[in-house]
């Protein structure tokens, strides 16, 4: 029943910034570790940013310093703020939400359909 719409990819010169946004169809972020992965051609699926909602924030070293992970409760929306992008960001941008459930439940994980964002150089 939950579903994740991805926007805000596109083609962009290296230098350049994109917003990704990832909204869900119910208000499950409250109590959810969101994530966003990219996946580029012949390669794994990496994170690239995560927060949880007591702020805790982690980011590949890889984009550590030009992208941000943020959200908006209230809206039940996850961004991904990139900025000076590079070539080598070029891949498919996955949100992810996990929602935890309670201690000893399995969490529920949803994925958004991914979106591509490509960095001309």
């Known amino acids: 029943q939950v579903q994740l719409v991805e926007s805000g990819g596109g083609l962009v010169q290296a230098g350049g910034s994109l917003r990704l946004s990832c909204a869900a169809s119910?208000?499950?972020?409250?109590?959810?570790?969101v994530g966003w992965y990219r996946q580029a051609p012949g390669k794994q699926r990496e994170l690239v940013a995560s927060n949880t909602t007591g702020g805790s924030t982690y980011y590949a070293d890889s984009v550590k310093g030009r992208f941000t992970i943020s959200r908006d409760n209230a809206k039940n929306t996850v961004y991904l703020q990139m900025n000076n992008l590079k070539p080598e960001d070029t891949a498919v941008y996955y949100c992810n939400i996990q929602v935890f459930r309670g201690w000893g439940l399995p969490h529920s994980e949803y994925w958004g359909q991914g979106t591509q964002v490509t960095v001309s150089s």
């Open positions: 119910g208000s499950i972020l409250l109590n959810a570790m």
